[in-house]
């Protein structure tokens, strides 16, 4: 069975060899009609049209997988797989202009659902320059395509705990630690109730502290 880090290994390079079939399917398209100067036909018009859906849509569905795969957490991996995203996306602007070019021609809709390819969008907007998104947000615009994903960010996997909240916890724990040590040395001789309560003072204060450390 795989790892969590070998399935998004895998995932990798399954979107290498996607790019490459899509590659392969549109090179001789293209120089048939920019070479050759000869109309496309309907069926090269929908193997490229299915050959680019697999590919984007693949790229689109690691970014969800990957999150849940725990990848996110490796900054390398996240800000690296971000340029992939921002590559893939300015590779759809020039798929889509080349689609609806000819679609009227072969009468077939070609045009992506509102949400589409929002996940690969945060990705580029939440880890790369502000530049980039901005400059990749605007060729969309001008594309006329779909950017739900430059506009609203993901919600968050789970509610980070604010700064101040550790530091409240940790001073309190401190507290009750030194408290339990200083009359367990100062109250003398100990009763068994005086005893009790030391002791539950001390293991409020162990777990909340221990509660606070990573791992």
């Given at each position: 069975?795989?790892?969590?880090?070998?399935?998004?290994?895998?995932?990798?390079?399954?979107?290498?060899?996607?790019?490459?079939?899509?590659?392969?399917?549109?090179?001789?398209?293209?120089?048939?009609?920019?070479?050759?100067?000869?109309?496309?036909?309907?069926?090269?018009?929908?193997?490229?049209?299915?050959?680019?859906?697999?590919?984007?849509?693949?790229?689109?569905?690691?970014?969800?997988?990957?999150?849940?795969?725990?990848?996110h957490i490796n900054g390398k991996w996240?800000?690296?797989?971000?340029?992939?995203?921002?590559?893939?996306?300015?590779?759809?602007?020039?798929?889509?202009?080349?689609?609806?070019?000819?679609?009227?021609?072969?009468?077939?809709?070609?045009?992506?659902?509102?949400?589409?390819?929002?996940?690969?969008?945060?990705?580029?907007?939440?880890?790369?320059?502000?530049?980039?998104?901005?400059?990749?947000?605007?060729?969309?615009?001008?594309?006329?395509?779909?950017?739900?994903?430059?506009?609203?960010?993901?919600?968050?996997?789970?509610?980070?705990?604010?700064l101040w909240k550790e530091i409240v916890?940790?001073?309190?724990?401190?507290?009750?630690?030194?408290?339990?040590?200083?009359?367990?040395?100062?109250?003398?001789?100990?009763?068994?109730?005086?005893?009790?309560?030391?002791?539950?003072?001390?293991?409020?204060?162990?777990?909340?502290?221990g509660f606070l450390i990573p791992g």
């Amino acid at each position: 069975m795989l790892t969590n880090e070998q399935c998004v290994v895998q995932a990798e390079k399954e979107i290498s060899t996607l790019k490459e079939d899509y590659i392969t399917v549109l090179t001789p398209i293209v120089t048939k009609y920019q070479t050759d100067k000869k109309s496309i036909s309907l069926s090269d018009f929908l193997q490229c049209q299915q050959s680019g859906n697999r590919y984007f849509n693949h790229v689109e569905q690691l970014v969800g997988d990957s999150g849940l795969l725990g990848a996110h957490i490796n900054g390398k991996w996240v800000t690296g797989f971000a340029e992939t995203c921002h590559s893939v996306l300015e590779t759809l602007v020039t798929h889509m202009t080349f689609l609806r070019s000819w679609s009227n021609t072969f009468n077939v809709n070609v045009e992506p659902d509102s949400n589409a390819y929002a996940n690969m969008q945060r990705m580029v907007i939440e880890y790369l320059p502000k530049n980039q998104s901005r400059k990749l947000k605007h060729k969309f615009i001008e594309a006329k395509l779909p950017i739900t994903g430059f506009q609203y960010k993901s919600a968050n996997d789970m509610e980070k705990t604010h700064l101040w909240k550790e530091i409240v916890a940790i001073i309190i724990a401190i507290l009750f630690i030194l408290g339990a040590i200083y009359f367990t040395f100062t109250i003398s001789p100990l009763s068994e109730i005086q005893i009790f309560v030391i002791r539950s003072i001390l293991s409020i204060g162990l777990a909340m502290l221990g509660f606070l450390i990573p791992g």
